[in-house]
């Protein structure tokens, strides 16, 4: 019986329904949201657009139709990209005065920092082990310092480990802090260019494709995606690309069962949290920009990283460790290069050269090197106006890109940036003209290390 | 009124010595610029010159120099140690302070015809037995002291000068006379072209001179032996030795070995200051040689200097587009210490290669990242083992080939 009162009850809905899209009417439909108490769940419903500009299958080609872009945003400073290089040029630039917004393509901020895993702060001191990452980049680790469980081997001369969750937190506080207008889930696609001077970019997100106008823009994608769309001329590079992984229970081996087996290789580093490595990874070296070789390189990252661990539980000892998390994105380490005014080279490196507009100096991953300057001319595009690169990115020649990648020059590039491209708002110029003094004074007034 | 022109004569010689000795001095010094003259002060001993002929089989133009010294010996006898030679003006002043003392030398063999023979018979296998006695090697060993980065095994060649002065002081004349090779040599030529002189014109035979120059086939025979027979010993011992690393352009190890006369021009020559004298690492057939090590700094891609300065041919001089090719050694990695094999951050070795020798290859299987040495591009120049940044062991060293 109560299956026969069921199926009667199953079929009125489905009249109800059929009643309703007989009708297709909006009002009525809506009314019959209302009527059955779903009101919250809709919040709009759409007919079909005869006008929807969507792209169309012409002669076997794909044809994109010329359309209007809503533009949901405006602002002076525009940075695409909250890596470490965008969340220093975000605050950087609110601090100096102006307007910012900071666009990001995941759900959090860090990128490589945090989504990628790369925990250890490596290339933050020189020879001797003297710190040449100061400003936003040491006030990151000063209140990483603050926080419990956040960073490990704060100490001169090491290379200190962070959590990734608490880098999320932390640039969370900070960019709310200084009041920068954000959007996450964007990704940056294109930028709004008028000869050679960008205006703005291009977003594509669940909300659809729209655009942000802006006076400078900071092009932080680590990528150069978009100097690449504002048609600035760079060097595509290939690098090896692997994939980083969290372990956990390394604090539970059986050191005594362990003894007579060979190590397995690669448990990778500690973390601030108790029995928790990171484990780096690399990789076939592979053009980061081609989305089938990433795709293929997820997927055997993936099925190796798995399998790696399955051969470590299988070591006497070592049964209890297990995989705790495969970093949400992949560990891209160069792609684009941008062809700047200036380069930063090894022969500088070597020389120890100074500049006249070094907007930061850059350390190495274990202090081998001296100090080593970086011209504000490598963030600023030959041609292109109104742009700056930061991060991996900026014109450096292939021998400097494995010291320009790392995290702590990416804050340092990352501060420059957003200093010089709030002054360039501040004096109406184009970036290119700026008065690299004022920049360097306002990035020392920021407690920047130039030298 | 006789005596005046002698007088003048000599004090114009003594004059002449002091000049040649401050010249040498100021050549010898290591300035930024003096390296190219460095050459001369060893490359004049005629002694050096025959042995570097005999030993490679070729005539590079710092033979040349000797050859044109001993050449001028063939007619004026010892000229050399009376008008130029530096350590023979030191050795002087030795003997005086010798006589004073009332020291006097006694009997002994010519000592230094007996090593000028063994360094050319030696020389005919390539390897100059004791061809680091010539005093104007012992001269410039010295000056390596003075040097921006001082090699502290070239107090080797100061005790050895300083053995000279004592040995002219304890019997003086004795070094000059008796034990010098280049005097020797000197000595050996003037009497066998006497010699010559005598077989085409036989009439003219004093006795007493006849008596001298009875001994004279026999020791030129038995001395030359001795050095045949001592570096055929060397060869076959030396042979077995470990290899090490020598300045580019070295000869093949136990030539190298022989020929190197120790007089320290290459180490002072070299800007990057890698070339060190080896201390005995290699046995004591190798003391004093120069050995390569990559400590700050490596062997530079536009420099050719140390095998420019060598005056006795044990490096060949090369030209810089040849530079690529004239390898000191091999890099090897050893992946138990390289960071990669931890899989770590680090691209040092490939990123300071000058020569694009070392490859970063992906192992898809054992998923591992190794560099690769080609071996066809590394000459050995020691820049992946200065940028490699482990310690205490670096993870690539260059090896001797």
């Known amino acids: 019986m109560d299956d026969s009162l069921n199926r009667r009850d199953w079929l009125r809905t489905l009249g109800a329904s059929g009643l309703a899209a007989g009708l297709g009417a909006w009002h009525a439909g809506h009314a019959a949201a209302q009527e059955s108490g779903f009101q919250s769940s809709v919040i709009d419903q759409h007919e079909v657009q005869p006008n929807r500009a969507c792209p169309s299958l012409t002669d076997g080609k794909v044809i994109q139709p010329r359309r209007e872009l809503p533009v949901v945003h405006q602002t002076d400073v525009l940075v695409v990209g909250g890596g470490p290089a965008g969340v220093c040029a975000a605050i950087a630039a609110r601090r100096a005065g102006v307007d910012v917004t900071l666009v990001e393509r995941y759900g959090h901020f860090g990128g490589l920092w945090s989504g990628g895993l790369v925990l250890v702060i490596l290339g933050h001191i020189v020879k001797g082990g003297k710190q040449v990452c100061q400003g936003i980049g040491e006030e990151m680790m000063r209140r990483l310092d603050k926080l419990d469980g956040a960073i490990i081997d704060r100490r001169p001369g090491a290379n200190p480990t962070v959590d990734a969750e608490a880098v999320k937190y932390l640039m969370v506080e900070m960019i709310e802090e200084v009041q920068a207008k954000v959007f996450l889930h964007c990704w940056g696609v294109d930028a709004i260019v008028n000869g050679n001077t960008v205006h703005g970019a291009v977003f594509e997100s669940k909300s659809g494709r729209q655009a942000i106008l802006a006076k400078t823009v900071v092009d932080a994608t680590g990528d150069g995606d978009l100097f690449a769309a504002a048609g600035a001329e760079y060097e595509r590079r290939s690098h090896n690309i692997g994939l980083v992984s969290r372990i956990g229970n390394l604090d539970r081996v059986d050191r005594a069962r362990a003894e007579g087996s060979p190590k397995p290789r690669n448990l990778g580093g500690r973390t601030p949290v108790p029995g928790v490595n990171w484990v780096n990874m690399h990789g076939p070296e592979v053009d980061g920009l081609d989305v089938e070789t990433l795709t293929r390189l997820e997927l055997n990252h993936r099925k190796f990283i798995w399998k790696n661990m399955q051969k470590v539980r299988r070591t006497p000892g070592y049964e209890k460790v297990y995989l705790m998390e495969t970093a949400p994105q992949l560990g891209v380490r160069i792609t684009r290069v941008l062809n700047g005014l200036q380069r930063v080279t090894l022969d500088d490196l070597k020389a120890a050269t100074t500049f006249a507009d070094v907007i930061g100096v850059g350390g190495a991953s274990n202090g081998q090197h001296g100090e080593w300057q970086i011209p504000y001319g490598a963030l600023v595009p030959e041609k292109t106006d109104n742009l700056l690169a930061a991060g991996r990115c900026i014109s450096a020649e292939i021998r400097m890109a494995d010291l320009v990648r790392l995290i702590p020059n990416c804050f340092v590039t990352g501060h420059a940036a957003g200093v010089a491209a709030a002054v360039a708002v501040a004096d109406g110029c184009r970036p290119r003209d700026v008065d690299v003094k004022k920049v360097q004074r306002v990035l020392q007034e920021q407690e920047a290390y130039l030298g | ?401």
Request: proline content about 8%.
């Open chain 2, 1 to 401: 009124m006789a005596g005046t022109p002698s007088k003048r004569r000599r004090l114009a010689r003594r004059l002449i010595r002091v000049l040649v000795f401050v010249a040498a001095v100021l050549v010898l010094l290591p300035q930024a610029e003096s390296w190219q003259l460095a050459v001369v002060v060893p490359a004049a001993s005629p002694l050096v010159a025959v042995a570097s002929v005999l030993a490679t089989r070729t005539l590079p133009w710092t033979a040349c120099l000797g050859l044109a010294v001993g050449a001028i010996g063939l007619l004026r006898r010892r000229w050399f140690c009376r008008w130029a030679c530096p350590v023979g003006l030191l050795a002087d002043g030795a003997t005086r302070i010798g006589l004073r003392l009332g020291r006097r030398c006694p009997h002994t063999p010519p000592l230094g015809q007996w090593i000028a023979l063994a360094i050319i018979g030696g020389a005919c296998l390539g390897y100059p037995v004791l061809l680091w006695l010539d005093p104007l090697a012992l001269f410039s060993g010295p000056f390596s002291l003075l040097d921006a980065a001082p090699a502290k095994a070239a107090w080797w060649s100061a005790a050895a000068i300083a053995a000279v002065l004592l040995l002219g002081t304890l019997w003086p004349g004795s070094w000059c006379l008796r034990v010098c090779p280049l005097g020797a040599t000197q000595d050996l030529l003037h009497r066998f072209c006497r010699w010559l002189r005598r077989t085409s014109a036989r009439s003219a035979a004093r006795p007493v001179s006849r008596q001298v120059d009875r001994g004279l086939p026999r020791r030129l025979v038995l001395g030359t032996l001795i050095g045949i027979g001592w570096a055929a010993a060397v060869r076959a011992v030396h042979a077995r030795a470990a290899p090490c690393l020598r300045p580019p352009g070295a000869l093949d190890e136990t030539q190298f070995v022989g020929l190197c006369i120790r007089c320290g021009n290459c180490l002072r020559a070299c800007p990057a200051e890698i070339i060190e004298p080896d201390r005995g690492q290699q046995g004591l057939a190798g003391l004093l040689a120069p050995v390569v090590e990559f400590r700050e700094d490596y062997c530079r891609e536009d420099c050719t200097r140390c095998a420019e300065a060598c005056p006795s041919g044990a490096l060949t001089p090369f030209g810089l587009e040849d530079k690529a090719r004239v390898a000191i050694g091999l890099a090897r990695v050893d992946m138990d210490v390289c960071l990669l094999g931890e899989a770590r951050e680090c691209s040092a070795c490939r990123n300071y290669c000058p020569y694009e020798a070392i490859a970063y290859v992906w192992d898809e299987v054992q998923y591992t990242l190794t560099p690769r040495v080609n071996a066809e591009r590394c000459p050995g120049c020691g820049a992946c083992e200065v940028a490699c940044p482990t310690t205490p062991t670096k993870a690539i060293r260059v090896h001797p080939c």
